[in-house]
């Protein structure tokens, strides 16, 4: 175990030629990147490229088969320690359906510690605008909904790195707006986001640094700064038009 | 960050939550229960074989068989919604995970107990000794369940993943259940029998060696099982 290894400098989100293999097949690839807080790393890619894995294994979930990976100087998949820094909204809801969306954020911010874990999760619930639904069943809850409760269960203990799969996927206008006020809450309180889409102006309009993931790599990853987004569209269709 | 105690009594709560509100498990746990010892009943020829010989061996056919669905019923929870990876996320240590899971298990078996015991008790007439043979058969009930979950929380936990994991649960579980089945039927003749508990000494001593070894065995291989 490589828990408490630390890296020459403190990024907030470092890869260092990341492998995750399954058997013979590599998820990921050789993936390298590095952010700092309060910036955002935006990953495009076709189905099966990978970004979920990496996602994964930035979590702590998977371990890394070559390579390293570093959530604030710790190095991955680390102990308590390192979990304590993420929050992770995956496909999945991760909730347990028989309780309700504030059990399921409250069990979430006593798990991590939160000092006063029934008014964390009160908060959190708010700022995805699920008060009204907080004492319903998750099972009674539409996805859309689901959602939201997944994303205030992620955002409940202050991550300082928030890794984000997919996360507009079955929000309505009103979701998505309350997912990119907390993002931007987040950014502005110095977390550092990694976001999977497989939509360009949603993921551009967030990010710092922007990647396009293709069979486990990367295969374009540059700071976003001069992107021109239909430029960039123009280059992801021609990256990823082999897999499509 | 709750400590490893701490965050295993939230595990366990919220399981028995879970449990409370929807009682799948524990439904089909007593129906089986009953019915199997309104079968064994019907079956038991009391010419032949005294219900001081055949009780202790329905009670614990029945507590093992019951027990195994609680205990797949523990991680089928954490599989829907992929539930487990916010426990695999959480800072808490991977063994507070498992003791969570054991302690929700150990009341989920007890409480199969408590239904259980008086109903075999009622069908085969069994005395079961005032209240000093009571006491000594509920000690007797909590040793070998801390056993049986000690083993078969760590054995749902390596088969829910798999395509065949109600066939596996069972097939993995049921040979380390037999040195807790074997000196717990042996000391339950011997109580029903109402025979002093000296008498069965060794046998509670084989039993608490076993729930020594497979609760310190199974806790420390726990998190080898969860991780990828």
């Known amino acids: 175990m ?14 260092e030629a990341l492998v995750r293999a399954f ?14 807080a309060g910036e955002c790393l935006a990953v495009f890619g076709p189905n099966g ?12 979930l998977l371990r890394p088969t070559r390579g390293r990976a570093f959530v604030s100087g710790v190095a991955l998949p680390g102990g308590p320690e390192a979990r304590r820094r993420i929050g992770f909204i995956s496909h999945a809801s991760m909730l347990y359906a028989a309780l309700t969306a504030r059990e399921n954020v409250e069990l979430a911010a006593r ?13 959190a619930l708010d700022a995805m605008r699920m008060t009204p639904h907080a004492d319903t069943a998750v099972r009674a809850l539409s996805r859309g909904m689901q959602q939201r409760v997944s994303i205030a269960r992620a955002m409940v203990h202050g991550p300082s790195v928030v890794l984000l799969d997919e996360p507009f996927t079955g929000l309505d206008a009103s979701g998505a707006a309350a997912l990119s006020n907390a993002l931007g809450v987040l950014r502005a309180s110095g977390a550092a986001l990694v976001l999977v ?8 309009s967030l990010a710092t640094h922007a990647a396009i993931m293709r069979g486990g790599a990367f295969v374009r990853y540059e700071p976003r700064g001069p992107i021109d987004p239909r430029a960039y569209a123009e280059s992801y269709r021609t990256l990823v038009a082999p897999d499509a | 960050m709750p400590d490893a105690f701490g965050a295993a009594l939230l595990i366990a709560r919220k399981d028995l939550a879970i449990e409370f509100r929807t009682r799948t498990a524990f439904f089909s746990a007593v ?10 009943f019907f079956a038991w020829d009391p010419t032949a074989v005294a219900a001081s010989d055949l009780a202790p061996g329905v ?12 205990l797949h019923r523990s991680f089928g929870v954490e599989l829907a919604d992929r539930a487990l990876d916010g426990l695999l996320g959480a800072p808490v240590p991977r063994h507070a995970i498992y003791l969570g899971k054991a302690m929700a298990n150990l009341v989920f078996v007890l409480a199969i107990e408590v239904i259980a015991v008086p109903a075999v008790a009622l069908f085969y007439d069994m005395p079961l000794g005032g209240a000093r043979g009571v006491a000594a058969l509920a000690a007797l009930l ?26 596996l649960l069972p097939m993995l579980s049921l040979p380390f259940f037999v040195p807790i089945v074997i000196p717990a039927a042996q000391t339950t003749a011997r109580l029903l029998a109402g025979r002093p508990v000296a008498e069965s000494i060794g046998w509670i001593k084989i039993l608490l060696a076993f729930d020594l070894v497979f609760v310190a065995a199974c806790t420390m291989a726990f998190p080898y099982t969860i991780e990828d």
């Open chain 2, 59 to 70: 009670l614990w056919v029945i507590f093992t068989f019951s027990g195994l669905l609680g």
């Open chain 1, 197 to 204: 889409t497989h939509n360009l102006d949603e993921g551009l």
């Open chain 2, 142 to 167: 909590i040793l070998a369940a801390i056993g049986l979950v000690a083993v078969g929380t760590l054995f749902a936990a390596m088969s829910v993943n798999t395509r065949l994991g109600e066939l």
């Open chain 1, 111 to 123: 798990l991590f510690g939160v000092a006063d874990p029934r008014d964390a999760a009160a908060r």
């Open chain 2, 31 to 40: 129906v089986f229960a009953l019915l199997a010892i309104v079968i064994f």
């Open chain 1, 23 to 36: 058997g013979p097949r590599r998820a990921v690839d050789g993936v390298s990147f590095a952010i700092d």
């Open chain 1, 2 to 15: 490589t828990a408490g290894v630390s890296a020459p400098a403190r990024r907030a989100v470092e890869a």
């Open chain 1, 49 to 60: 490229a990978g970004k979920t894995t990496l996602l994964r294994v930035l979590a702590g």
